[in-house]
């Protein structure tokens, strides 16, 4: 009986399935999709935190050590700093962290003082409105200018310049103090007696420095390259003045040697001093120059064997000039048009360029004087006689009778009388005889002291030796 239900059961026809219409078996697979995609990309709330946990939690290669090996890391490939300059920031504590970050900042910051004020002075600003931005009144103004002499130094401001101010308590001034340059400050300090003005001054360490080079263009250029200043760059030029004019006579290949001397505060270069030694080649002949005080505490230029650099005349009054005519007794006049002898030199520059008288003499005119113009002319002496036309005008203190040296600035070049283009036109008399001052031979100054000379030659020799070692190293490190 069992075996017979038995078999009526297993022989029974299964139920068949629910048929569903097609459409929502389609939509069925869409929002099953769109939940495994959703699973996918947002991970659930446990497993994001759990993997937040794990990248901050692991930052150290003892940390790493104790991860399960069947769970591989995807570490950041940036270095690794082996102590991380701030603590590590937990999940939920990143605004303790900031409050701690302020309190560092707080700590390493220097607290301002409000009563110290720093002041960049503007365009267009006064000592006045200097003091009105720090809130000082125009009566602190007049007793700090009235306080001394020396006080007034401060109302010449320059844009840029940095003041600082300390006030008092009661908002008073209580100190004022600006540095002018490297080497140079002032500082004011109020006193029971009034204002007190002093000038600060370091004192640089002064060392040695050599410097070469070689023309190519113009010794302005090469001298450049050689980290020589403009004003080194016209004390070579003047040392060697006497000897060589700059205007015409330098060459391509033409090369100088120097040792000058270097201001330095805390190994930073602030200035220049004196050219000790120089050396010039040119047109393959070799003039050498050696600065020396001699005991009676006069400085000047001696050739290496102690010969003076110094002629009783400059080769040329102008610096670096260019030669426009030269000495001539049949040149045409460029105004006058007709055959007209030219008894000096015409060098041409630019307006106000500085004439320097070629001698130590004494004035005999300064004025008007025909077709050339403003006119300079100076007696050296009983013999020599020279001659500077078309002046812009006359330097201070260059009047009839006024005594003027060598070198000293007389004028400034122009275009005044019978002048087509700005020039000087420069003249030179012997014995009341014009000469051409190109072609002269100039008289020499007295050698070095006998007396002298011994001690003269212990500075001279070091200064050669130590420029002849510069250069052959300077060639050696060329040639590598």
Known sequence: MHKLIARRLMTKPAKKAPLYPKSHLLAASGIAALLSLA?????????????????????????????????????????????????????????????????????????????TKQ???????????????????????????????EAKQLTRLKIGQE???????????????????????????????????????VKPEVRTTYAGGQIDSSLFLAARRAGLTHNLTMDLANIFGYDIDFAMDIRKG????????????????????????????????????????????VSSYYTAEGESMRKAFIRTPVDFARISSRFSNGRKHPILNKIRAHKGVDYAAPHGTPIKSAGDGKVILAGRNGGYGNTVIIQHGNRYRTLYAHMQGFAKGVRNGASVKQGQIIGYIGTTGLS????????????????????????????????EK???????????????????????LNQQ
């Open 39 to 115: 699973l996918l990309v947002f991970p659930s709330r446990e497993v994001e935190a759990k993997k937040t946990l794990i990248n901050l939690e692991l930052d150290s290669a003892a940390e790493l050590s104790h991860a399960q090996p069947e769970q591989p890391l995807e570490l950041n490939t940036g270095a690794i700093e082996p102590e991380a300059p701030f603590p590590s920031i937990a999940v939920g504590e990143s605004g303790q962290a900031d409050q701690d970050l302020e309190l560092a900042a707080e700590i390493e910051a220097p607290a301002e003082d409000p009563l």
């Open 119 to 149: 002041i960049v002075v503007a365009n267009g600003d006064t000592l006045s409105t200097v003091f009105a931005k720090v809130g000082l009144p125009s009566a602190v103004v007049h007793d700090v200018i009235a306080s001394s002499k």
């Open 163 to 201: 003041l600082e101010f300390k006030l008092t308590e009661a908002g008073g001034l209580a100190s004022l103090s600006s540095k002018l340059n490297d080497l140079e400050s002032i500082r004011l300090e109020s006193t029971e007696d009034g204002y007190r003005f002093a000038k600060e001054k």
């Open 254 to 297: 033409d090369t100088f040697e120097v040792i000058y001397e270097e201001k330095l505060v805390e190994e930073r270069k602030v200035g220049t001093g004196n050219i000790l030694a120089a050396r010039f080649t040119n047109r393959g002949k070799t003039y050498t120059a050696v600065r020396y005080t001699s005991k009676d505490g």
């Open 420 to 451: 087509t283009g700005p020039h000087l036109h420069y003249e030179f008399q012997v014995d009341g005889v014009h000469v051409d001052p190109l072609g002269l031979k100039l008289p020499m100054a007295d050698p070095i002291a006998k007396n």
């Open 454 to 476: 011994q001690r003269f030659m212990q500075l001279s020799q070091p200064l050669m030796a130590r420029m002849d070692q510069e250069r052959a190293t300077m060639l050696a």
